[in-house]
């Protein structure tokens, strides 16, 4: 018996040892957030199903790399409701177990809800919080009293993946945007550099001026001018 139990030992920590290495090789974000969730259906045998919750700003709702139709109407469904371990995992708690949604009190509307499409019990692990952007590593099953304390850490390792995935796609895409507003920012500074005759430094205080009287950011108002400039031209 001890034997077997090193040998599971060691299997276990191979599968997290060979996903951990696929979340960090070069792949797309959505190919990342996969990965986490067919492993934990892999790892954790309770689970029937998984999805990542990622929530915008104070009700939009994305759910992803869902492992099959059901946690997508799961999310769904805490959505129009407004309550739910999804949902209350992502906004205020690192996790949420739920043993039985039966009896659970927690989710008054969206626990007979979930027993209604045949969930029966859930883990929920919060994954990062950064600006209005949080999301949730939610895992099902159909069954109560499915997840045990080793099914609940190992989620919680997945978790982490996840928001790592999540943090860095979010810092990618904001460097990405910042670089396409400076770009943006410097060619409305020499279309008013050229038309005033004026140089860069004032230019850029001209733009910051204009964007405080008409309470507009500096970088919509630049990609305005900028959008102007070229209708302008493509008109002569």
Not at 88 to 106: G, L, Q, V
Not at 127 to 135: H, K, M, P, S, V
Not at 195 to 213: E, K, P, T, W
Request: charged share 25%; aromatic share 6%; glycine share 8%.
């Amino acid at each position: 018996m001890g034997n077997d139990h090193a040998a599971s030992g060691r299997d276990l920590t191979r599968a997290i040892a060979d996903a951990t290495r696929s979340f960090f090789a070069p792949t797309s974000l959505e190919d990342t957030l996969r990965g986490v969730t067919e492993s934990a259906r892999s790892l954790i045998p309770a689970v029937d199903c998984a999805d990542i919750l990622v929530v915008r700003g104070p009700k939009k709702y994305q759910s992803h790399a869902a492992t099959s139709e059901l946690p997508v109407r799961l999310d769904a469904i805490q959505e129009k409701l407004g309550e739910g371990p999804c949902v209350d995992a992502a906004r205020t708690e690192i996790f949420f177990r739920c043993n039985d949604f039966r009896s659970d009190p927690r989710w008054p509307a969206f626990g007979p809800a979930a027993v209604e499409v045949g969930v029966h019990s859930s883990l929920s692990f919060r994954l990062y919080a950064d600006g209005n952007t949080i999301g949730a590593l939610n895992l099902f099953a159909l069954t109560a009293d499915a997840f045990g304390d080793d099914d609940q850490e190992l989620g919680g390792v997945l978790a982490t993946h996840a928001a790592v995935a999540l943090y860095a796609a979010n810092k990618t895409e904001q460097f990405t945007s910042a670089l396409a507003s400076r770009d943006t920012i410097g060619q409305a500074k020499g279309m008013l550099m050229e038309r005033f005759g004026i140089d860069a430094v004032q230019a850029f205080d001209l733009l910051a001026r204009l964007s405080q009287n008409d309470n507009i950011p500096v970088a919509t108002l630049a990609a305005d001018l900028v959008r102007r400039g070229s209708e302008s031209s493509s008109t002569r």
